[in-house]
């Protein structure tokens, strides 16, 4: 069927208002945060509810046309990039937040519903949502858990996978799943959801996640700390860790704070800087006080840490996380080269040296900025492009580089994407993560889901 055909199909399943052609909307929302990738889809719709979702499926079967999913588009993989013709199922129209159940402290929403909603939605009811990240005013429930988001509290709390309690989806055979019906038990055979999760939309559309909320956490404080060197790192976090509640430990390197002041106009939080920066809020009482400070002291006088901030109220504490949330913002101008990578913590300064040398190797002359959520093991290693390269020079010479990056990161039995997922940007270096016959298992399951393979295309393999 030609394009126009289908378009009118689709303008009989969703109404004219809810089908969008025109040059401006298919450059908006044929892509995410990637910029490698012409836009080029054929065209956006708007489904509202499951029926719509289903009716758009099949038509996509019956005329072997691709289908990718849209969620807020702030996706750093190009999971959400349209970029052959496929048509994008935006679900910002499927937004509602549908019952909430105070008991079993579960909130159903559709797959539209922005997480920063849901966050506020929690608070509201004397609960907390704990996933969040940087982009959480823009991004979806549902994008959220197609790409298994991670973000700051993970160290605490997890990623988005352990507050999914149930799931509906549509498969990209057409059929509608409903995947655990919010039970905190049930062993009765594959729990199907969980594949889903982090699916990066190859499978199906999720179309209602059964979200749960836990209790909100007792006072928190943030700390800043300015260390020596970066071989500190594993050493400070293994102090804190096993002494206190920490709900986040984040860390960024002196460049990266040099491109928050002049981006942000905040003036440095130390008169004197340090190489690296350590960030860490923890849940707050006099015991938990008593041991960060014994901790902080020991390693001041080891001269391991140079100097520290406690933040003394809320306000202090959010002045104190700006250092760390707007770093990606902060260089986002400079069209960097991103690796989202993770090792075992413990292996974090081991591989920082090797990756380091390796880096003013491959990137002589580039600037290399790091930060990340190092209490996971995972680093944002950002390569920053220079005024004088053109941005597909650049980008080709970095994609060949980092073979040599992925290789290193399999020696450590790391991944090459640790939250924002493979999308399009990473799937040529899959195999440094995966096995091959786990990439085969993998593709058999998505045979079986999107026989016809029109779930988002050429995404993740
Ligand atoms: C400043 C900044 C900070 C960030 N920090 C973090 C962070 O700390 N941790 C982290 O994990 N990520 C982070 N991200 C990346 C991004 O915000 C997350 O990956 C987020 O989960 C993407 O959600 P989205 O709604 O924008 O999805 P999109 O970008 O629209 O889509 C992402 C993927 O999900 C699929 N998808 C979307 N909706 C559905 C659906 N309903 N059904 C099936 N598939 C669907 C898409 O096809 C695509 O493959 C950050 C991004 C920015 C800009």
């Not at 969008?20 to 990738?37: C, P, Q, V």
């Not at 997480?115 to 429930?141: C, E, G, M, R, W």
């Not at 836990?214 to 700390?223: F, W």
């Not at 790091?370 to 995972?378: C, L």
């Amino acid at each position: 069927m030609k394009s126009f055909a289908i378009i009118s199909e689709l303008i009989k399943i969703l109404g004219e208002k809810n089908v969008l052609a025109d040059e401006e909307s298919r450059s908006i929302y044929g892509k995410d945060l990637t910029k490698n990738f012409k836009p080029d889809p054929m065209v956006i719709v708007f489904p509202k509810n499951e029926q719509e979702v289903i009716n758009i499926v099949q038509l996509a079967n019956a005329t072997n046309t691709g289908i990718v999913p849209s969620g807020g588009r702030t996706g750093y993989s190009g999971g959400a990039v349209s970029a052959s013709k496929e048509i994008v199922v935006s679900l910002e129209k499927f937004n509602r937040i549908l019952s909430f159940n105070s008991i079993d402290r579960q909130v159903k929403c559709e797959p539209g519903v922005i997480t920063k909603t849901i966050q506020d939605f929690a608070l509201n009811n004397n609960l907390h949502y704990p996933v969040d990240f940087s982009s959480s005013s823009s991004s979806q429930i549902g994008g959220n858990i197609a790409t298994n988001a991670g973000g700051i509290k993970v160290i605490r709390y997890g990623s988005t996978r352990n507050w999914i309690a149930g799931l509906k989806v549509i498969t990209g055979n057409g059929e509608l799943l409903n995947l655990n019906t919010g039970l905190a038990k049930n062993n009765s055979g594959y729990d199907l959801r969980h594949l889903f999760i982090g699916s990066e939309g190859t499978l199906g559309i999720i179309t209602e996640a059964t979200v749960q909320l836990t209790t909100i956490p007792h006072e928190t404080k943030v700390l800043l700390l300015g260390v020596s060197s970066k071989d500190h790192i594993t050493k400070i976090f293994n102090s804190f860790k096993s002494m206190s509640q920490i709900i986040a430990f984040e860390f960024f390197s002196e460049l990266a704070m040099q491109h928050i002041l002049r981006k942000t106009k905040l003036e440095h939080p130390f008169s004197i800087a340090s190489s690296f920066y350590i960030l860490i809020e923890y849940e707050s009482n006099d015991a938990q006080d008593k041991i960060c400070l014994e901790i902080l002291e020991k390693y001041l006088r080891e001269k391991i840490i140079n100097d520290a901030i406690f933040s003394s109220n809320i306000s202090q504490a959010k002045k104190l996380w700006r250092f760390r949330e707007e770093i990606s913002m902060s260089i986002s101008e400079y069209s960097p080269y991103k690796y989202d990578i993770a090792v075992l913590p413990s292996n974090i300064a081991a591989f920082m040296n090797d990756a380091n040398r390796l880096l003013h190797e491959i990137y002589p002359d580039m600037e290399i900025i790091w930060f990340g959520h190092v209490g996971d093991g995972n680093l944002h290693l950002n390569i920053l492009k220079p005024a004088k390269w053109l941005k597909e020079d650049f980008v080709s010479y970095c994609n060949l580089k980092s073979h040599e990056v992925y290789r290193l990161i399999h020696a450590y039995e790391g991944t090459i994407s640790a939250e924002h997922g493979v999308g399009l940007l990473k799937k040529s270096f899959l195999h440094y993560t995966k096995e091959k016959n786990e990439i085969s298992y993998m593709r058999a399951i998505k045979k079986i889901f999107d026989p016809k393979n029109i779930m988002n295309p050429g995404k993740i393999f």
